[in-house]
């Protein structure tokens, strides 16, 4: 049974991914735009550039936490798919406590003094002739990673639950 907290985050989560998907097609229709305004009316955009890796970095970002909600973020299925659910959850579980919440937690961290001061700062690309704001860009990266986090929280609390379920089971039949 999913308690309501965990159907939300499941929910905003899955909203969070497919919004940043459609990220996707504004970025194709931005490239193709700036290719034809370049090599068919030779007029180059100054602002091509820093919209093409701020829609970029914000759909991969924003798809990560529903991504995790999909299982279906990289891993070495060798083993894994050989092994019971139970011991699925198991590794899930201890991959979560050992490499996933110490790096995103560190990462929330750091991205939000990151973006603190670019607010602070109100900074600007340097990256092309437009110099856009960056700070609203950079504050996807913390709010994402907090998203991925309780994301996170809810597939390792499923873990845990996998390996009760089974423990009340073997302790049953024994």
């Known amino acids: 049974m999913r308690s309501s907290l965990s159907k939300y985050i499941d929910k905003l989560s899955e909203f969070a991914g497919k919004a940043s998907a459609w990220l996707i097609a504004v970025l ?11 090599y068919v009316f030779n007029a180059p955009t100054t602002w091509s550039y820093d919209i093409s890796y701020m829609l970029y970095g ?4 924003g798809g990560a936490a529903y991504t995790l909600l999909l299982d279906e973020h990289v891993r ?22 050992v490499f996933f919440f110490p790096s995103m937690g560190a990462l929330l961290f750091y991205s939000t003094g990151f973006t603190i001061r670019s607010w602070k700062m109100l900074e600007a690309s340097g990256e092309s002739m437009w110099s856009p704001p960056i700070y609203p860009f950079k504050t996807i990266i913390p709010l ?16 845990l639950v996998t390996i009760a379920k089974e423990n009340v089971t073997v302790n049953h039949q024994s």
Request: hydrophobic letters at 55%.
């Open 28 to 38: 194709i229709f931005e490239l193709v735009y700036d290719t034809i305004a370049r």
């Open 58 to 61: 914000s759909a991969f970002m």
């Open 76 to 97: 070495i299925d060798i083993i894994y798919e050989k092994v019971s659910p139970r011991s699925r959850a198991v590794i899930d579980a201890v991959c979560y406590v």
């Open 144 to 159: 994402t990673v907090l998203l991925l986090i309780l994301q996170g929280a809810v597939q390792f609390a499923r873990c």
